[in-house]
Every structure is written in C-alpha cells, then in structure tokens.
C-alpha cells in the first residue's frame, strides 16, 4: 500500500473505536456530521497524493520506488525542514487557515522519540529504542498511517507534580503495571489534536520528572481502538456545517481535540519507547515542543494572513483603505504578519544538529521567539481587526436573509459599502471577521503547542544568559572573574588619550 | 395604566410588525426560540417592578399616585443620574452581565431629544420642540413604552459625507417628503439594540451635517409596526437556549441589534423632534452620545466584574490562586476592572449642567475616558482569562457527557482541579470563559456606544487643549501673547536668588 | 511665628547638619549650586504665603486669629482633600510639573501616624500615641515646619524580610536601645525625598512585620540636624542651572531624595509614634501609601498636564497638527492625561472614614487605580511624544549657539518649522521634550509612592474579591454555598417561560 | 597608504573644518574634551586594524595585497552581509553597546550610491554613475576615509513637500547652480551622525521627488571642510568623560548627530551621484534606508544585549534572581533580544538580489519588521529594566561619596543588595541602568534609521497585499476575478462528502 487513497483511510477508522460526543456514543466518525466534518482537516493528504501538483512535495520514495508521505523520513538538512514547512503553507493555504493533514501533531511526536532514542540508546549504550522507533516508522509508512501526538496530560492541580496529587494517581498518564508482553497504563489526556480521526497516537510526557515520578516517564503508540480507550470529543457548536456564508471557516473546518481517557490499556513493549528512564523525559517534552512549536507557528502562518486579508478587505469595501488612521492600523497588522513569517522561516532555515547523535532539529531560540511573538499579539490583531470592520461584524443578518427575494434588495442597497463593490463580497468579509475571532483560534494562540508561560520558561532556560550578564560586566567595570568566550579575550574598548599618542 | 405587567408588555409587541430573520417573515416574536429569548433583556423591567424589594430604584409616582418607570424623570441632580446608574449596576447583575432593560438605549435618546428640544427652543425664541418631546414624554409614561434608540446609520462608503454618497441617497435616514400632517422617511439603521422589542425607536442623526445635508438632519419616534418599516433581525449562533451548563450566558441572554428598514415611513409632525435643522444635529448627537457611554459602560460594569470573577474562580480551580504570576494576571484584572467603576462612578456623580437651559448630563471626559478605557482593554482582559483558564475553554466536552452515565464518572474524575473542588464547578467556570470571549461581547466593547475611533474625536474636541499648551509655555518659557486663565495671572515659580536676600 | 517666610525658612536649615554631596561635606544647603537649587522645590510655601492671591487656599487660622499651613489641619470632610489636592495642583502648575512643596511627603507621614495614634490608642484603651502626635503637630504648626517623610528602607536582600538578613541587622531602621527618655535607632532610609531640606523626617515602616521584627516596628520624628544623623545626597547630573533654554526643567527644578543614615540616634519618647507594637505597623504603611499616592498623583497631574502639552505644541509646530495619525496619537494622550486627573479628583472626593476613630482618608481603590494608571504608562507616553516631536530632541544644538551670532541666523533658518512658528518657540518646545525624558521622572513614575508592584499587591488585599467570585458563581450557576450580601438575595433572572403564561 | 593608523586618521580631520559648539567655534576636534571623546566611536576601526584578532574581519585585500576595510568591497553574497553584521555585533561588544566605527553610516550611503548607478545606467544606457560611484570608492579606499551619510534634511513645515515650502526653498538641500565643473547646493541636514568626524559626507536624498522637486534630487560627496559648509554639534549634557563609575555609558561614547549646513557648496561633477533626475531619487532613499536599517539594527544588538544584561544583574544582585514575577519580567527582556537577533540576522542571511544589475542588499521585509520591532519595544524595556532595579537609579549617590572614605562604609554596608555581592557592583550595575536610559538612546531608537511611520509605510509599500486579500478572498467564497499566483491553481480544498464515495 504505503500510500492510501482518502477512501482507504476513512475505511481505516473504522475499526470499533469509542467516540462520545455530546451525551452519544460513536463507533464511526462518519455516523455525525459533525465528527464527519473533522476528517477534512486529514482528508487533504491524502487528496494531495492524488493530485500531480503537489506529489513532489508531499512524497518521498522508498529504494523500490514505493512511495510514501515525506514527513515519515526523519529530517537531515536545514531544507528538510523547510520543506515541510512549504508543505504546511500549502496546505493551510488551501484549507483556508489552520490546517493539520493526517500526520500533523504526531509527526512532530514520531520526531521527540527519534531522537529520545538515538540519545537514550547513545548514552545507555545499549541499542534498544532506536530500533523500537524505527520498527514503528517502517509500520506507519506502511500503512500510511495518520498520526496524533499525546502530550497534555489532565493535570489535577497546577501546583502539584505527578506523584504528588492528592485525589488520585491518575492525573498524568502512568504505568500501571508491566510484564514481559509489555506495560498497561492508566491517565487520560487533554485536547488531543485530531485524536479521533488517526490509527495511532504516539503519547510523551509533558514535563520533568523526579525519581518519584517515574511511573510517568512513559511514552509510546496507542491505537484510539484499543482495548481500555475511549474518546470524549470536545463540544462544537452547532454551525451550519457546510453554510459558506455565513461561517466560511467554521462553517468548513473543524477541530477534534479531544480528551484521550486509559482505562488500563496494554502496550506492547515494540510500542513502548520510553518506560520510567525520568531522567529522559524533559529530553522527548522539549524536542516534541521544538518541532511542534514551529509546526503550529508554520500552520498559523496560514492564519494571520487571513487575519491580514480580513482587515484590508473592510478598509476597502468601507471605503477607508486611504484613511490614514485605518493604513496606519493595516500596517500593524502586515508587520505581524510579515515578522511571524520570518521568524518561523528563520527558525527552520537555521537548525541545531545535537552534537552527539547528529539529530537536527529546528532552532529552538527562534522558534519560541516565534511563537510567543504570534501567540502575545493574536487578541490585540483581532482588535484591530474588528476595529477596522465594524459593528456588523456582530449584528449582520443571515445568508438567509440576504438570499431571501424578500429582503434581498434592501440588503443590497443598505449594505453596500464603497461604490463597486458588490454587497456580497462585503458580506462575505464580514463574516470571515466574525468567524476568524472563535474562541478556539484564540485560546490556540495562547496555548496550542504549549501556553505562553512555557515559552517564557524556555527563554530562560535556553539563552545564554551569561552572555548578557558580561555584556553589562564589561560595560559598567564589574569584574567578577567570570569568563565568558565572547568577552574574557576581546580588545578593550580604545580610549582617545591612550591610545593618541 | 402606567406601568405594565410582564404579559402585557409582551402583548403590546403583538401589533403586526414585520421581522425578518434568518430568511422568514414573523409577526410576533414569540414564535422562534431565538426570537422569545431576546425578550428576556427587555422583561426584566416588567418583572422588578412586580418585587417589593426594588420598587423603590424603579418606580416614580405621579402626583396623583401613579407609578411609572423612573427612567422617564429627565435627570435634574447627580443623584438622579446616580440612582439611574445603580439600577443598572442591579439589572446586569440579576442577568448575568449585559443587560439592558426594556428602555436602555431609548431613554438616551429621549434625553438627547429633550436637550435638544431646550436648547434649541431657547435660541430659536419659539417654544416647538420642548411641547412636542413633553406630549411624547406623556405618552410613553402612559403606556410604560419600551424604547431603543435609534442612532447608526448604515453609512455606506465611509469616507463620504451623507450627501456625497454615490449609489444612492439614503445611507443616512433622510426626509424624502413633508406635508402638513407630517414628513416621510426613507432610510436604513443597523445593529439597533432590541428595536425589535420595544414599542417605539427614538431615531436621532449621528454626527454632525453640513447645509447641503439638511435633509438628514432629523429626529423622531417611530413605532416597529409603522407602515413600511421592516426589521431584519441579525443572525445568531444556534446555541441552545436553556442550555445553562453548555452556555451559561448565552444560553440565556440574546442581542438583538437590528437593521431597521425605512421605506417612505409616514411620521406625523408630533413625532419629529428635529426636521432640516442641520446646525443642531450634532448638538442631538452628543447628548445622546454622552448619555449613552455612561450606559453602556454601567452595564459593562457587570461585564467586567464577571470577566474578572472568572479568572479568580479558574485560578482557584486550577489549584493556582497561590500563584505569583498567576497573581499578577489577576491583579491586573482587578485593577481593570476597578478603574472602570471608578471612571463610570465620577462621570455620573460629577454632571456638567447646561448654562442656558439647566439641562443636567454627565461629565462628558470622565464618560468617554471610562468607555475608551473599558473598550482599549478588553481584548486584553480576554487574553489574560483565557491564559490563566487553559486550554480547556477550547475543548471541553459538553455538559451532556458530563452527565452521560456512561462518561460521568471518567470526566468527574479528569477534569477534575483543585482537590475539594467539584469538577462540575470547574467545568461551570470554563464554560463561562467560554461565553464571555463570545465575539458579539467583543465588537460591542469597540463599537457600541461609539467606536475607539469617535472617543478619539470626542478627546481633542472637548479638552481643554489650550490649558495644556499653556502648561508647556509656562514651563519652557514660550510666551506668545496667549492667555490661559489658569496661567494668565500665576505667581511666577520662586527662584533662590530672587527670593532670598 | 507660625509662618515663616523664605528667609527664616532658609535660615532655620543651618542647625549644622550634615551633608555629603559628590564626595564633600556640606553644612549649609545654601553652599553648593545643586543643593541650594534644590531648596526651590520647598521655598514654594513661604512664597505664597506672602502672595495675596493664595492665602486663602494655603493658610488655615488658629482660634487666636494665628496663620498657620493648612496641611497641618487633619482632614475631616471630602472638601479638606479636594482643597489639598487644589493646592497641590497649583504649585505644580507654578513649577513647571513636579512640585511638591516644603512638606509635601511629611504631612502623609504625619497623617499616618495621627490615624495609627488614633487606631491604636481606641484599641489598647490607653491615651497615649493621640497626645505625642498632636503635641508634635503643634510644635510643627507653631514653628511652620518643613517636613519629609521616611518611609523607604534600605532593604538589603528584597527576598529576606527584616529580621532574617544575613549581612547584618540594620538594612531597616530598628530600635537598637530603649531608655526612661527615649529610643535609640539605626538603620538606613533611602530615597528620602527633600529631606535634606527640612526641619524634620517622620520616619514610619514600610511594611508588614511580623512579631519577630517587632524592633522594625517603628515611627518616630527626627531632625536632620540630630546627632548621629547622616544626609547623603543623590548624584546630579551637572546640567547648568538657570540655563532655562537648555533645561527649562532640570535647570530650574532639582529633586533630592538622599540616603539618611541613623547611627545610634536618640528620639526622645515625646518624638516616638510606634515602638514594637509590630501588629500596628502595616496600619501605619498603609495610611502612609494612601495618602502619599494620592499627593503623588495630584502632583503628577502637573507632569502629564506638560506632556501632553509639549506633544500638542510639537505638533503645531512642526506643521503636523492636523495630521490625522498624529491627531490619533494627541487623542491618546489628551486621554491618558484626563484619566489620570478624573481618577485623582474621584480618589480626593470619595473618602472613607474608619467606622472606629471616624477618621478620613482618600479612597484606595481609586488612588492606587491612579496611581498605576499613571505609572503602568508613562514609558508609553514618553514614546509617543518623542515620536511626535522628531530626532531633534536628541541632536538639537545648545542655546548658546542660538544666541551666538554667528550660527543664529543659520539655526534661525533651518530649525524653523511651520510657518509662522518662531524658531525660538520650536527649540525650547523641543528642550521641554528632552527634559520631560529625564530618568529620574521615569523612575519616579514606577517607583515613587509605592512601585507598581505594590499597586498591584494592594488591589488583591482591599478590592471585594468575594464579590467578583460572586458575579461568576451567579452567571455560571455555581451554587457552592457561599453567600456575598448583593448576591444572596437577588431576585432570579427573568426567564421568559416562567414569567409569561 | 589604504589603512590608516589611529594617529593619521585623527591627523586627517585637521583640515580647517568649522564646527560649531555650544556657542563657540572649533578647527580640530582634539580641542574640547567632549568633541574629543566623539572621536572613539571612529577610532575603533583603525585600532583594530593593529589587533592580529581581527584582522581577518575587518580587512579585504586588493590583488596586489594591499589591505584596505572590508566595507568598501560592496556586497556580492549573504555572507557579505553576514561579515559585516559580524564585525558590527563585535564593535559594539568591545565599545559597550551603540558603536558605528568610523563608516557606520557612510557606507550604507556608499551602498546605495552604488546600487542606484547601476540601476540608473542600465536603465538609461548610459555609462556615467558607475564611472563615478567606483571612482570615488577607489578615492575613499586608498585615503581609508572616514564617511558619514547624509540623509536628513531640516524639512521646515512637515506637511509640505522640498518645492512647496513657504519660509523658503532650503529645507531640503538642492542644486542652487550647476556648471561645467560641478553645482552648488544650499541646504540644511539635520542629526548627521559622526558628520564632524569623516574625511567625507555622502549626501542622498531622504524622500520621493515629484517633477518640481527635481531640484532637490541630488546625491554627492563632500569633505566637512568644504567652503560654505558648517557643522553645528549638538548640545552634549556635561557629564564627567572618563567616568566609568557614575556614567558607564556616557562617559565614554559619546553620540555626534550634528547639523550640516551648506552655503552654496561647490561639488565638482565627479563627487555628483544623482542630479535632478527625481524619478531615481526614492531608489536612493530606499536602498539606503535598507542597508542602514540594517546597520542600525544590527548595532543596537549591541544595546539590547546590555539592557537584558543589566536587568538580569539587577535582579541578582537585589537578591530577586529567582522571584517569580520578576523571572517574568527577565524572560521578556530575553524574548526582546533574541528576537531582535534573530530578525537581524535573517535579513543578512536572507538578502534580495536585483533582477537587472545583480545587485544584493538585506531582505526588505525582514530589515523593516526587526527595526519596528526594536524601536515599538524600547520603551517598554526601559519600564521594565528600571522596575526591576528599584527607586535607586533615580537617586543613588555618586561614586564621589562612595570612595570617600567618610561615606565609604556607611553605603558599602547600606547599598548592599544580596549577601555575597560587592556593594560596588551593585552601584555599577545601576548605574549602567541609569545610562542605558538616556535620552539619546530613546529617541534613537524611534527616529534613528527611520522613523516608526517610516517603516509603518514601508510594510505597506512592500509586502504583498494581494497575497493577503487573495488568502482572505478563498476563504470566505469572493470571486472577484482576481488571480494571485498563489492561489490560481491551488487545489480546491477537500470536502468530505465530495471526496469520499
């Protein structure tokens, strides 16, 4: 096979999974229009394989020429990570904004445990994960498969650690019990990126761990089918799946992040790729958040454009697209746009490779800069953005209406905006305003791919903050016989009377 | 009759008006979900009135004994505009944030008539206006009339002036023809709050005319059920009304800013307040204005104590009310929040009254500064609440799983937080971050009551610039012949060598 | 006497105290430029004094018919606060912007401690603290005293509270001896504004302590003159005072807040207004911070009133005054500078009293609002008005080639801006800008008065969080036992199936 | 010759040039104290030539292996671009934040001299610029001149363009006379940085020209010492040189942004780059603004490092290194740099080649977003950096008193900050944070290398709009009949129920 047909791959769900979703169980995801509708946002890879385009992007080939889809092929150059990220531009750009495929999160969690294990196998000596790893590359390029990845743990408190909870065990997944087979592990995780709609979820730990927590030092694959798993799907409000008009994104694309509860799963050992090592743990949370971050901020790229093209479009059809005021606003938001771009360009244009195994990963300094910088300005751009289109944006009638021989022609002529511009077109803006400011896009700003206070955690933990602090030593004469390399061998700073003879 | 019980009010809508909404013709607002639940906003005065605690904040008594709404005594202290404030304060607590009572918008567009209709009787030396806005007056008291005001045209091209517009003529509601019994009206408003609810719209001009936009320079009270008036009522979200847990506050509380259609409208003389009178349009305009911001932001009021009340209650939740940062978020929330009750408190306690006529209104810097201060936050507000909540406001199952037997006991136990906290608290509380980010909430803290744009326009207007100016010539030494009377005749600052001998 | 003039004023600060400067000693303020500049800030009071124009606003009379300065009048209605705040106003008008007056910080200090004699003695039931504090008033009144308070300790390790320093025990002041006559104290103020320039510190804690750090707990009055202190006075830069067209600000107006060292220094008892009663002493910090934020922010009024005031004359004269962008930005900051002044008057004119000892005092919520409403954007500002103003405030010539012949008229030519603007006006706008700058303006504005972080601390410990919680609970139907006073017994929410039958 | 030494580059400013300084008027620069300390900023080049470190960095060779400064070889590669920023990043290390090097500002004028006459000659055919530009770049390499670019004109009233000023037709500089040996230009630049001390000034023009402003659309060079030039540095604040202790900063580099004014200036034709063909001139403004936004950019790398720097030692040394909100506040400070770094360094690396002359310079986009970036934030950091220092960078005593041993106890025992920390270092540490403050570098930030406006209109002019709209236009269904390369032939997106059979 190696590549399925988007048939296929719906076929493939079906397999007696547990989905509930708001108060029913499902065992087909094709049963409830709005679970039906949360497989385009994995449907596309499958439709781009299909389609002459775009084959030399989304497929590499095996020695035998069997094709398969390029994210499985682990990265080794700064253009294999640019790469993907064109794929992901593409894809959100045909989707109209966020976008995933099929492999979207999990990809990124294929990455952390690679590597975990190239560096795990390395420092052990022993030559264990690795092999796992690669085994469950070979069977997921096979099969095509559609991948998650499992990081977000329930929690319980914020303030206490895993083993430290107080009303059960059960807040961070954990290993219940292992045998010779393999282990069984009980927990439930939170928002898991279309979890619902894959053969596998690859699940890693979302923190640091101590000794006493190593119960939860675990990762591994987990098909949503498996015996102990069940799916809770997250709300979604009841839009008129299909209605362009009126909810051009909802209306068409619709997340399933939903919550991933084990109820004493199995796991066979091939499928194990991390097992109480907790001192490794921090190594597969921050290499998954490293491609994750740049894939989210790669996929949001997609986003603020429209944000972008939203706004420009209402100072046009207003009329205002001269108004000072307004260009000075659509300003703003281009240079936005424009610095998400570069850094999320730079970020993979300019990898890490990891000293002792060679794993190359995305520059984690300029993707959390990224990040954070798309993530701290989303709700001011979508101030702007509303304040530039105007109070419609929340009182515009329906398509309906505007559809409706009754009260097509007063529609028409009370709102229209600048002359020329069909009042359609204005319409049709506005609604895009409306649905681009859901509360989903907005709370995945803040906290897809890990929350603000994550990045700045990791500011200061992966600056070199030494580097600073000499600078300002050197400036103001503190000299504390701390060595940097930058400052301890530099030229003194010349000085007109020592140096003027 | 005087003061209406709560199914006569509903009754007096039953007279024949024509509501679009989402592509059908209604006649009666009780007849849709959607519709029959916008009229809670407006109920609630009917129902206080019904409640021996608040007959007091509601109720006025006519000489003779008879009751009536309070809000129809135009203010003549700070303490009336004070009381006014107070019920508003009580009536978005008893709703759960945005309220508005039957009367929000209409009473401030009948104090900008009656305003208007002094001064403007005053300079012209006939006595027209006043008598007829008094008889109007009379007969709302009578009848206990629910009103809206009637403000924002649909404008069409921004950038053009009422007169210029190109497609056609009537972008701004404008006297199409005049004759002894009255004039005719043709035009368009939008986002009118809860016109579809009331028994009159106060209509008033929105900015300021020039001589050749005369025609558009009217005002005038006019009932939803007059001939060739059609309402198109705006879309809403299909959530479920009722549904308490899932959309604790808009499954509850519905807006209904509509579009109001005038097609050659027929108002009799004793319903026009001003007609051509092109130099006192803006006069109307800003009464209405400034009457109107310190409304809306009471009733924000009730907004931004529970955006603030929500980040306490997560915070708590999430086992994070410790939290330094988290405290500082919260903090900051605080403070947002009591600095819009202080501004909203000073500009009703501190009225300006006008020279000539006695007219009483509220401080217009203080009003504008707390609307623009409310507005300019409250994005940010949002961010910082859906920051400390997580990222379970994104993708919390429903309520229907939470009480699914079959998922009760898994979501009891995940979803849970803080230990002796139950899980259906926390669940509550995200749901309720949930609905206040709904994006009608959004626009309407920009563009309600006035945009960012016209609190801008309304600083540079009424300030005092010049005491400004004259503060930087006195401090730098400027003099140009400019005299300020704060600094015309000021002691010259004392210098050592002048002074001491 | 009862009020001195300037010169007695001066005079009576030559009782030998002892200040170092730039690495000399001084025993007479009146000795160097910079510290005799400094005294301006304080000479204010003995100006007006004489000035028929203000007698009425800063002179209150004893029974005798004895002149005295009004500040030393406790406060007992709304109106003494509004006509402090007037004063305060007034000579930061006279002075260009900041001001303050010769006892600015001290009659806050000497509030504090006449709420705490009252608080404390109503508590213990003993007579005691009320008659030191008012005998000490007396003495003040009758010698016109010029007064500094005390608040800020030097603090050492900011982690450590006072009792737990590692380094040694005086990092805050403590009673080191206690006799039959007195105390004795060491330790070291920081920052202690004008103190160097007055007839006495009240000295109070800065903080909370706990019973450990009862010896920290306490205020007392003190001279600068007295044995054992030491004045440390801050750095100045050495601008050239009296030079106004370079610093029309910094030339003329210096602030000094030095370091005052105690070195075993005896304060008789009559002198003593707290010993170790360590559970009063956050009583006294926070009656301190009240009022000293709201003179704070009185005198601050005057600073933005000149930001502002520069911007809007930059504009004009750079020909950008009706510039739309730039008009944005004026607006912004004619806002920002109305708020601050609506908050201040609000915070003056809605005291609270003590419901035990009927003492008033400003509001704390609207003073700490104002003051972190100032504070949180003075940086903002800055940045907008040197935006407004151009590159020249950091490359603009000196006056002295202004007046120097041979470039005036080159300077003449090519420095003017808009037409009609005399060059002269646009340079000493643009040196009004540079000085407005000034870090210790800025500095001031976050950390004088309390830093922004003890706003917040504030907002946390005195806002009605219970009430926020309330709201929420209310809205979301959270009914977990708890009842707030405006929540328990508020009428439900009108729904309409309930009400309408 | 090609290199100079220090001591000959020193000897080369003594031609005559005529500076004027607060009110008197200088030949040398060596002859006053601060235009002395000016200096350093250029002699840093010439000592570095002498250093075997850096040799390699700084030097280019000609084939006859003279050496001569590597910024005279225009750039051919990105990494071209990626030495300079290298050796820029280095001279601001050594000089302790804002450097420029004795051709900081030159040879981005040098740059788009070159870039503009290949454009122009290719465009008209004619061979005539390039002849010039590479001649006098042989001048400037054999003399290994010191060079400033001359942007800025005076500009008088803002709001009109060169020819439609009213005073007078010489806010911006323009040909006066032209003859068969050259013209003469009268005029007037403003903030000229290093101006006073280069062997030549570049003269470009700052804006686009219309038709009758052709007069004003000229490019040249010129010696300070010219007949009919003047220099008129800019007013300096005395701080004390040489005083590393109380100003870390300014008390070693000192800025000299002075006014350039020309009287009938002759400019023989071969020093003549563009002269009265106004269609080229916004090609010189923009490929100047490019490489210098870059140039500034890449030396305020330099700034931003030592801000993070300071704030980081400040938290230390106040014993707050691990305080919660602060390490907030520092993870900020670390996002600002970084992320001004990584934009720095992904315009280097990323440079646009032109499509007719092969000409490379920095990415546009990239340049712009990293320099708004910088300048929108300065403010903020220095708000942020001062709350993390305390009140005492506004009042700390001066180094005077610190090493006077009669207060040389007292504040080393007093200022300490955290137990192990030097006292000493502290007061340096706030020190430099008191320097970093300054004026200069505040206005710099916004206006230097381009005002925020500016780079507010260049997003604007330079992205790609259409790509924006045409994103925004997919989304929501508006087919206007616009097709962006983009989105022409993208894939429709893939929808479940036409996909799926």
Redesign the interface.
């Known amino acids: 096979m190696a590549v399925k047909t988007?048939?296929e791959y719906?076929e493939s769900l079906k397999d007696g999974r547990r989905i509930?979703?708001?108060?029913?169980?499902y065992h087909d995801v094709?049963e409830h229009p709005i679970l039906?509708?949360g497989?385009?946002r994995g449907?596309?890879d499958y439709?781009?394989y299909q389609?002459p385009?775009?084959k030399d992007l989304i497929l590499a080939y095996e020695d035998n020429g069997e094709p398969y889809h390029i994210s499985f092929k682990p990265p080794e150059t700064a253009d294999d990570l640019v790469q993907r990220q064109k794929l992901q531009f593409l894809q959100s750009?045909?989707?109209?904004?966020r976008s995933s495929g099929a492999k979207f999160v999990g990809i990124d969690a294929l990455h952390a445990v690679t590597a975990a294990s190239r560096m795990i196998d390395k420092k052990t000596g022993v030559s264990k994960y690795v092999e796992r790893v690669e085994a469950f590359r070979e069977e997921c390029k096979k099969m095509d498969a559609a991948l998650a990845g499992g990081m977000?743990d329930?929690k319980?408190?914020?303030?206490?650690r895993p083993a430290d909870q107080?009303?059960?065990n059960?807040?961070y997944v954990r290993v219940v019990d292992e045998s010779q087979d393999g282990i069984h592990v009980t927990g439930?995780l939170?928002?898991i990126s279309h979890a619902t709609y894959v053969n596998y979820i690859i699940v890693v730990p979302c923190r640091a761990m101590r000794e006493e927590d190593k119960d939860y030092a675990v990762a591994f694959a987990v098909s949503p089918a498996a015996e102990g798993v069940?799916l809770?799907?997250?709300?979604k409000?009841?839009?008129?799946w299909g209605d362009?008009?009126?909810y051009?994104?909802l209306g068409?694309n619709v997340s399933g992040?939903?919550?991933v509860?084990f109820d004493n799963v199995f796991i066979p050992w091939e499928h194990v790729f991390l097992c109480k090592e907790w001192q490794f743990a921090p190594l597969v949370t921050y290499q998954f958040a490293n491609f994750h971050r740049l894939s989210g901020l790669s996929n949001k790229v997609?986003m603020v454009?429209?944000d972008?093209?939203?706004a420009?479009?209402m100072a046009e059809y207003?009329?205002?697209e001269?108004?000072?005021?307004i260009?000075?606003k659509?300003?703003?938001l281009?240079?936005y746009?424009?610095?998400v771009k570069?850094?999320v360009?730079?970020?993979a244009?300019?990898p890490t490779t990891d000293p002792t195994t060679g794993w190359l990963y995305p520059d984690r300094?300029?993707t959390?800069?990224a990040k954070?910088?798309g993530a701290d300005n989303?709700?001011?751009a979508?101030?702007v953005i509303?304040?530039i289109a105007?109070?419609?944006?929340?009182?515009?009638?329906?398509?309906?209406?505007f559809?409706?021989p009754?009260?097509h022609d007063?529609?028409e002529?009370?709102?229209?905006?600048?002359?020329g511009v069909?009042t359609e077109?204005r319409m049709?803006?506005i609604?895009?305003v409306?649905d681009l400011?859901?509360?989903?896009a907005?709370?995945?700003a803040?906290?897809?791919e890990g929350?603000?206070?994550a990045?700045?955690?990791t500011?200061?933990q992966i600056?070199d903050?030494e580097?600073?602090?000499?600078?300002?030593?050197?400036?103001?004469?503190?000299k504390?016989g701390s060595e940097h390399p930058?400052?301890k061998?530099?030229?003194?700073?010349?000085?007109?009377e020592n140096?003027?003879?």
């Open positions: 988007p048939n719906v509930y979703f708001e108060g029913n169980l094709t039906r509708r497989l385009q449907l596309i439709a781009m389609d385009r775009y750009r045909i989707q109209g904004g977000t329930v319980g408190d914020r303030k206490l107080k009303q059960h059960d807040f439930c939170a928002h069940t809770i799907h997250p709300q409000d009841p839009v008129e362009y008009f009126d051009p994104l068409y992040d939903c919550m509860v997609g454009t429209l972008v093209g939203a420009l479009l207003n009329g205002l001269k108004d000072p005021v260009r000075d659509l300003s703003w281009v240079w746009a424009e610095t570069a850094l360009k730079a970020a244009a300019n300094i300029m959390n800069c954070y910088f989303h709700h001011h979508m101030k509303q304040d105007g109070g419609l944006v929340a009182t515009i009638p329906s398509g309906k209406d559809y409706n009754a009260t007063m529609l002529k009370y709102l229209a905006g600048k002359e069909p077109f049709r803006a609604k895009l409306k400011a859901n509360i989903e907005a709370v995945a803040i906290h897809a929350s603000l206070a990045q700045k955690m500011f200061l600056a903050l580097e600073y602090k000499a600078a300002a030593k050197w400036a103001c004469g503190i504390d930058l400052y061998d530099l030229m003194e700073r010349p000085v007109y140096i003027i003879k």
